[in-house]
């Protein structure tokens, strides 16, 4: 992995995503390099590693915090932030750098609302965080209830039971708790209701968007039928029925 430390000018950015306010990426690019990755369109901005695959580097923004704290200093009123929509903010490099838990500490004293969406367990590092805020709720990625299907378009992201251990341990900690089902992959819809139906109060359900980056690993594996429109309308409409009024599309 190449870490590049790099100095951003703006870390709070208006965003174009329904229902989201604004959004904070503390990372450009991401240690998980899922193969389906929307984000990976971000080595464009990249003074480093335009030309690195997705998944093997990482610039850390190591001067966001006191860009925020200016930028939030200079709003009228709070608002609303998703961590993150461009990175994880919980890739390994934060274990190391800390930026996502410094920005969730200065969004609450400065009274922000504040979703956050990751793949990986070590967001219960800072379940003391959210237990003293109002207004968080953490959302974790489980597409797949198949750890053998994560290993293959995910190989370097969390295994799935750690991400459902997560979940567990912020839902029984009081923290508002969601799942973001996306984008469909291959699995077995009700064992993966089964397993999030106790530690979430809503799932977010979306279909397979940039299906060109993963058409070869489908077709190598026979996932034939679970690469159609069919697949994602049908096993969508089995979570939603399950999850009843906790369930929606994205
Ligand atoms: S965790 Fe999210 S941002 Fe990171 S590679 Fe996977 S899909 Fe992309």
Redesign the pocket.
């Known amino acids: 992995m190449d870490i590049t430390e790099i100095i951003t000018r703006s870390a709070l950015v208006r965003s174009k995503i329904p229902d989201v306010e604004y959004v904070i990426n503390p990372y450009l690019g ?1 240690g ?3 193969l389906y ?3 990976a369109f971000m080595r464009r901005y990249s003074h480093h590693h335009a030309q690195f695959r997705w ?1 093997t580097f990482v610039e850390v923004k190591v001067n966001i915090v006191e860009i925020l704290r200016a930028e939030l200093s200079r709003k009228r009123k709070a608002g609303t932030v998703l961590l993150s929509s ?3 903010p919980y ?1 390994p490099v934060e274990m190391r750098y800390r930026l996502t838990r410094q920005c969730i500490e200065l969004l609450g004293e400065f009274g922000w609302g504040i979703d956050i969406l990751t ?1 990986s367990p070590l967001v219960t590092r800072d379940i003391d965080l959210f237990s003293s805020m109002s207004r968080i709720s953490v959302g974790i ?1 489980i597409p797949t209830d198949s750890d053998r299907i994560r290993k293959i378009l ?1 190989p370097t ?1 969390p295994p799935i039971k750690s991400r459902l251990a997560a979940l567990k341990q912020l839902h029984e900690a009081g923290v508002d708790t969601w799942a973001f089902i996306g984008p469909l992959l291959p699995m077995n819809p009700r064992n993966l209701y089964k397993a999030l139906n106790p530690y979430v109060n809503h799932v977010y359900i979306d279909s397979l968007n940039y299906r060109d980056k993963v058409r070869n690993v489908f077709i190598r594996n026979r996932w034939d039928y679970e690469f159609t429109d069919d697949y994602a309308l049908k096993t969508g409409d089995e979570l939603i029925r399950m999850f009843n009024d906790r369930a929606q599309r994205v």
């Open positions: 991401c998980h390099g899922c990755c929307y984000a998944g461009v990175c994880d890739q793949r990625s995910e992201s």
